[in-house]
């Protein structure tokens, strides 16, 4: 005999919906937008306590400087393929509705004849206005980015951003400051690097630089050396000399209370190499603390591998595989100047740091630890 069906069987399930997430206030919405020499890449958050949380964002290489080295100039071509990606950054910003926003270039337009008919060509194009940001700016907000990973133990503090045209090293004297308020303290420098007298302790800028050597242009002045390791070697080598005009690096330093914080994409990059990542993870990656051995074997595996084989890598691939190189003989010469055998990894950058200083300024940021 057939089982009895059961009441109710056949019917269709009441659906369940689950509510559409509330959209943002345009109101709260901030965005960043960083043109540099190799990359466009902007953010669009609201604050949320001493943070703020991404609504949007964007990421895409343009190579705006391919060729700038050899003429002084833009290119057509790199243009054409910037203001494409800057039509998808505007159309974001349209969508949020926002209206608190800093759009800013670095290096490439600082040195490029043609850079205020670059910018012009921006603006009729796509509406936006590009702000060209001297180094000073470019480093103090690379550092403020980084403020949450700062350690309460560390005194000295090294601020390294290897950009595609530049590379900026920001070196802050922090023992004064009370070991709880020290990431505090790097934040307040958004105001700028020799701040206004305060009753709070301050964070002492001590030296910073701006090399005129990024990934992209370092690459650039070594392309005539055929061998891939003499390359490499010469690149670290010629970076380090270009750093001795920074004061700190005259003097010895204690390792004690020492902590270097690394801002770029060869940074992370060597970083979820070490970790031996599929799929690149943020959450991985940013924060993470990578001793000098780990990072020098991950380099000598870079070596190893080649330029066909660092195409093959999925961490690299075909676009950064030269750029990997001048960007990792900056981190070698940097680790062969300075007291510490460990390196903070920071996946974060002009526009964290672009956020962080205009919501400071408005004062949206909750006063409270990171």
């Known amino acids: 005999m057939a089982p009895k069906r059961p009441t109710g069987a056949g019917a269709f399930p009441k659906a369940v919906e689950s509510p559409a997430p509330t959209p943002p ?54 243009m054409a393929r910037t203001v494409q990606a800057l039509r998808i950054c505007q159309q974001k910003l349209k969508r949020n509705k926002v209206t608190r926003m800093r759009l800013v270039t670095t290096e490439a337009c600082r040195r490029a004849k043609n850079s205020r008919e670059f910018i012009r060509q921006v603006k009729r194009e796509t509406g936006m206005t590009l702000e060209v940001i001297q180094p000073e700016e470019e480093a103090r907000l690379a550092v403020i980015s980084c403020a949450p990973l700062v350690s309460t133990k560390t005194e000295q503090l090294l601020v390294v951003d290897i950009g595609g045209g530049s590379t900026e090293l920001v070196w802050i004297d922090i023992s004064s400051v009370p070991a709880r308020d020290r990431p505090r303290a790097i934040m307040r420098l958004h105001a700028g690097f020799h701040p206004p007298e305060s009753p709070f302790p301050a964070a002492k800028v001590v030296d910073w630089i701006s090399v005129p050597l990024g990934v992209a242009t370092l690459r650039d002045q070594f392309s005539d050396v055929e061998d891939d390791a003499a390359r490499f070697a010469l690149m670290s080598w010629y970076f380090e000399e270009n750093l001795a005009d920074f004061a700190p690096y005259k003097d010895e ?12 994409g060869t940074v992370t990059t060597v970083a979820a190499s070490h970790l031996g990542l599929k799929r690149y ?25 080649g330029p066909a084989g660092r195409r093959r890598d999925p961490r690299i691939g075909e676009d950064r595989q030269t750029l990997i190189m001048s960007g990792a003989a900056i981190l070698q010469a940097l680790l062969r100047c300075w007291p510490t055998d460990r390196l903070s990894v920071a996946d974060r950058g002009l526009r964290e740091g672009l956020l962080y200083a205009q919501m400071s300024a408005d004062g949206v940021l909750e006063d409270g630890p990171f």
């Not at 330093?253 to 770029?264: K, P």
């Not at 990656?285 to 074997?297: F, H």
Request: glycine content about 10%; some cysteine.
């Open 253 to 264: 330093q204690v390792r004690e209370g020492f902590q270097i914080v690394g801002t770029s």
């Open 25 to 78: 206030d345009p109101s709260e919405l901030y965005a960043a937008l960083d043109l540099g020499t190799n990359s466009c890449r902007m953010l669009i958050a609201q604050p949320k306590g001493s943070g703020f949380h991404v609504v949007d964002s964007f990421s895409k290489s343009v190579q705006l400087g391919t060729g700038l080295e050899r003429t002084g100039r833009l290119s057509r071509s790199s």
């Open 281 to 305: 993870d943020r959450t991985k990656v940013d924060g993470l603390r990578m001793t000098s051995d780990q990072i020098d074997k991950v380099i000598r595996r870079y070596l190893e591998l």
